[in-house]
């Protein structure tokens, strides 16, 4: 009896510790930079977390996420760095690796491998030719499986080429947690995403003109290319029809992932992206979301990267004068009555400013505080390379 009760004491003291280190390891995730809340992630990309990211809505689903699209700034959060099933979701991907490395125009001839894929198609037959733009189309509103195949194939040579080409496109974003075993989303062994990666690939999508124009159309006309024949489609994005503003992005249905989708809009300038990951109210879930982000939340542009934020003079410098820049967009996004709290400030690096200078190089930061304590900050540059003046 001794020894089973000092047994038992061992176990509880291991439980207690694997708790406190699992504990300490995910405060580590995120590190807050304001004693009212502002959180930083440190992985790649870095993201701002707003004051109470986790609170503000109620959603169904069981992971989900909503961002300010310009800054990547977390509005709220919910499980979103919980790998899932993606299912069709995947297709965002798939799209974007083939307007980067595809061309429109190309004609695809589909394999008997894409035409026998299941699930939701636009109903391929082997043989069939259409334009890489086509099938994107098809792919893009129609959620048609074989019709992702058929790009994959048609731009990579073989999907196991463009499944390489996918994975190293997700690492680049900063999509960190997500692997791709298919260009569809069909169930597959270690085929996962997460809410806020998924989030993070629309968002890059978005930037392209391209895949902006495909996911915000509701009705398209699917013509092939050896044969006379077209049928009409429509997106299976039904935000797109009933939500102020929405303009993307893609839904996606397995057994597995249950019902997903990702979900943009645009109001007054301000795009935000919501995603929500095996929701039985997927439609208002995002909605509620959106219409959350754009009733409580205020963007302020800080800096804006074509405009100067100071002049400086450069010691033996020619010219002796330059203007700075920043590196980027600083963008803050803040609780609507909370906007009183957001300062900015400049910083020269007086010790740089002398020549030679390099254009790009760093000559000093600009940052934005709340309540006192910096939440985000960006180099200033100058854009002309400054050489020595010898006289």
């Known amino acids: 009896m001794v020894l089973l009760v000092r047994f038992n004491k061992r176990i509880l003291l291991a439980l207690l510790l694997l708790l406190s280190v699992g504990s300490f390891c995910l405060t580590r995730q995120l590190r807050t930079t304001t004693s009212t809340g502002y959180q930083i992630r440190p992985q790649f990309p870095p993201l701002v977390y707003i004051p109470d990211y986790q609170s503000g809505v109620k959603v169904r689903a069981s992971a989900s996420v909503l961002i300010e699209a310009k800054s990547g700034t977390v509005l709220f959060a919910d499980n979103a760095e919980t790998r899932r099933a993606p299912a069709s979701t995947t297709k965002m991907m798939t799209a974007i690796v083939a307007l980067e490395k595809g061309n429109l125009n190309q004609v695809i001839r589909v394999s008997r491998r894409a035409a026998q894929t299941g699930g939701s198609t636009i109903w391929l037959k082997a043989g069939d030719q259409l334009t890489l733009l086509e099938l994107l189309e098809g792919m893009m509103l129609r959620s048609g499986n074989d019709g992702s195949m058929a790009v994959a194939e048609g731009v990579a040579g073989s999907v196991e080429r463009f499944l390489t080409l996918m994975n190293a496109k997700a690492k680049e974003i900063g999509a960190l947690n997500t692997n791709f075993r298919n260009p569809h989303g069909l169930r597959a062994p270690s085929h996962y995403t997460t809410a806020l990666d998924l989030a993070l690939i629309a968002r890059y999508g978005l930037e392209n003109p391209r895949f902006a ?86 963007i302020i542009t800080i800096a804006a990267k074509e405009q100067p934020v100071t002049d400086v003079r450069i010691k033996h410098g020619r010219p002796a004068q330059v203007k700075l820049y920043p590196r980027r967009d600083l963008i803050a996004v803040v609780r609507k009555e909370q906007q009183a709290g957001i300062e900015s400030r400049v910083r020269v690096f007086e010790g740089r400013l002398k020549a030679p200078v390099k254009a790009g190089q760093p000559l000093g930061k600009i940052s934005y505080l709340y309540e006192g304590k910096v939440v985000d900050e960006v180099d200033l540059i100058t854009n002309q390379t400054v050489k020595y003046r010898w006289w």
Do not use: M, P, Q
């Not at 429509?234 to 249905?253: F, R």
């Open 213 to 298: 124009e495909l996911v915000s159309e509701k009705v398209g006309i699917l013509e092939w290319a050896n044969v006379d024949k077209a049928i009409e489609i429509k997106n299976t994005n039904k935000l797109l029809w009933y939500l102020e503003g929405a303009d993307g992005v893609k839904t996606g249905t397995t057994n597995e992932a249950g019902h997903c989708l990702v979900a943009s809009a645009t109001r007054d300038g301000k795009k935000l992206i919501a995603v929500v990951l095996n929701s039985n109210d997927r439609w208002n879930d995002c909605a509620r979301l959106l219409e959350y982000g754009f009733n409580n939340f205020e």
